[in-house]
C-alpha cells in the first residue's frame, strides 16, 4: 500500500513534506484536498483525517499523522535518512530548529498570510495590527537566525536537514506577503543556494507558485 499523502499544492506545509520525500526518494501518493473549496472541513475529513481541518495528512497504512514536521520525522526514520542529521549531535540540533521554527518562526509568517492573503478572498481588509505584531517576531527571530548562518551553508552540519526544510518553508510566500525576510542577507542567500542546489524545493516552488498564483487570479485579486 502506498503512503497517501493529502494536501492541496499551494500549501508551504504540504510542499515540506513532498520536498522531502522526494529527497529522500520516497514515492508518494498524492490526495488533492481543495482548501479554497474548504475540503477540509468536511465531516469526513474532520473525523477520518484531522480533527483541526488542517493539511498535509499522511497515511501509510495503518499509520495516521498530521503536522509536516511529524511527518518528516516519521519518513526520515522510516528509511534511516540523514536529513535527520548524520550523529546524534546533529540529530539533536535538527529536532532543536524544527522546534524552533514552529514556535519561533513560521507560525508568524501564516498570520502574514491570513492578513494579506487569505483576508482577501473573504473581501476583507488586513489587520495592520496583527501585520505589524507578525512583522516584528519575524524580525527578531530572522535576526538570529541570520547570525546563525553568518558562516553556514546549512542550518546544521555540512548538508541538508530537515531543519532546512522547516526554516525555508515561509519562502513560499513572503514575496506575497511582503514578510520582511530581504532584510537579512544571509537568510536570503542561504534561501536561494537551497533552491539552486535542491530540485525538489525548485520544483515545489513553481508548485506553489502555480497553484496560488491561479487562485488569485481565479479571484480577480491582484497584490
Known amino acids: ?39 477540509s472541513h468536511t465531516p469526513e475529513f474532520l473525523e477520518k483525517l484531522n ?15 498530521y ?10 526514520e522510516k528509511v534511516g ?12 540540533e535538527v529536532l532543536q530548529w524544527m522546534f524552533w521554527s514552529g514556535e519561533q518562526w513560521r ?9 494579506r492573503i487569505g483576508k482577501r478572498f473573504l473581501g476583507q481588509p488586513e489587520d495592520k495590527t496583527i501585520v505589524d505584531f507578525a512583522s516584528a517576531k519575524i524580525r527578531v527571530a530572522a535576526s538570529v537566525l541570520d547570525a546563525h548562518l553568518a558562516d553556514r551553508q546549512f542550518t546544521v552540519g555540512d548538508h541538508l536537514t530537515l531543519a532546512d526544510i522547516d526554516i525555508a518553508a515561509p519562502f513560499s510566500q513572503t514575496h506575497r506577503t511582503k514578510a520582511p525576510v ?38 480577480g485579486i491582484k497584490l
Not at 6 to 31: C, F, H, N, Q, W
Not at 51 to 65: E, N, R, Y
Open 67 to 76: 503536522e509536516s514536521s511529524a511527518i518528516n520525522l516519521y519518513l526520515a
Open 182 to 219: 530581504d532584510e537579512f542577507p544571509n537568510l536570503v542567500a542561504w534561501q536561494q543556494r537551497i533552491l539552486e542546489t535542491v530540485p525538489a524545493w525548485a520544483e515545489t516552488k513553481r508548485e506553489v507558485d502555480h497553484r496560488i498564483d491561479s487562485a488569485l487570479g481565479a479571484a
Open 1 to 39: 500500500m502506498s503512503i497517501k499523502i493529502y494536501g492541496d499544492p499551494g500549501s508551504g506545509s504540504l510542499r515540506r513534506v513532498t520536498s522531502a520525500a522526494k529527497i529522500m526518494g520516497i514515492p508518494v501518493e498524492r490526495m488533492h484536498v481543495d482548501l479554497f473549496k474548504g475540503e
Open 107 to 115: 507560525v508568524f509568517f501564516v498570520f502574514l498570510f491570513d492578513e
Open 81 to 92: 535518512s540523514d536529513l535527520l542529521g548524520k550523529t546524534p549531535e546533529e540529530r539533536r
Open 51 to 65: 480533527p483541526h481541518g488542517l493539511t498535509p495528512v499522511m497515511v501509510d497504512s495503518d499509520v495516521k499523522l
